[in-house]
């Protein structure tokens, strides 16, 4: 069995969700005269690829440290939906059934394709990194639940629509570009698609029912687009802990894994040695069901 990393670089340039601290760190001791380097480091929970735990948004739910290794490492799937969801779009269960086989308990790993926009990639681009990616509305939710899926990970700055979050009132100029959007692609105002009754319903409705996501995934991601593969998620056993930085990464078999590496040895990488996502657009359309 090998491991392919799911996990972005994480590092003083890695945006955390906005308005929150980003990850700082010093040297409090060095070599010389000290014999040894140490440093100390401050963040905030939602910084780089990290999970969000039940009590992030759900005051009597399960800490960090209370999640089981079971629920943790599972089967699950990663589906490839960035032929379908562009900036400010809404993606659906029927577009993930299309494109992967999703099993009841399953972990679901969603690729909108916006991780190729995170800082770590050739392509970086802050903005619609957090503040444009694609988001669900509460018929996905629905469905995750009757699913009973493990867990969710999404590759951009929230399992949210950015808009459905208070990144609506933070940034007028891109609320006002979505309600134009939402308008033309779904007939309705942002206001009407999103109403106050379904605010941020990926954290406040799931939570209860202990259905977490992580966020802000990338890696080598691309190399297993609609592939269903074993999943693992590696928190901090952090006692009391709402969220924590989190190591991901998909589990294959050793013939798999070298198949999958001829792949990467072909594709273009970030200079953290990762496969650079939008670089490789080759390795999309081998993804892609039939007649999409």
Known sequence: ????????????????????????VQYFKRLAPNGANGQIVTHSNHVGTHLDGEIHFYTPGKDIASLDMDFLVHEGAI????????????????????????????ILIIHTGFHH???DQPTADEIKYMIKHPGPDREFALW?????????????????????????EWMPVQAKECDAHFQKKYGKTLEEFYSPDKYQLMHIEMFPSGLIHAE???????????????????PWRFVDGESSIARIVAMVDDKRYEKLMEKKKKA??????????AKNKWLHE??????K
């Not at 069995?1 to 700082?24: A, C, E, H, R, V």
């Not at 589906?79 to 086989?101: A, F, N, P, Q």
């Open 79 to 106: 589906v490839d939906l960035s032929d379908v969801c562009g900036s400010y779009d809404v993606y659906t269960s029927k577009m993930i059934e299309e494109r992967v086989e999703v099993k009841q308990g399953d």
């Open 216 to 234: 802000c995934l990338g890696g080598d991601i691309d190399l297993l687009l609609n592939q269903r593969c074993t999943i693992g998620c590696f």
């Open 117 to 119: 926009y995170g800082w």
């Open 144 to 168: 995750a639940k009757k699913k009973k899926l493990r867990w969710i990970g999404v590759d951009c700055g929230s399992a949210d629509h950015p808009m459905n979050t208070k990144i609506r």
């Open 286 to 291: 081998e993804a892609r069901p039939k007649g």
């Open 268 to 277: 273009k990488l970030t200079k953290y040695g990762d496969v650079a996502g």
């Open 1 to 24: 069995m090998k491991m392919i990393d799911l996990t972005i670089p994480l590092g003083i340039g890695t945006p955390p969700w906005p308005t929150y601290i980003p990850l700082q």
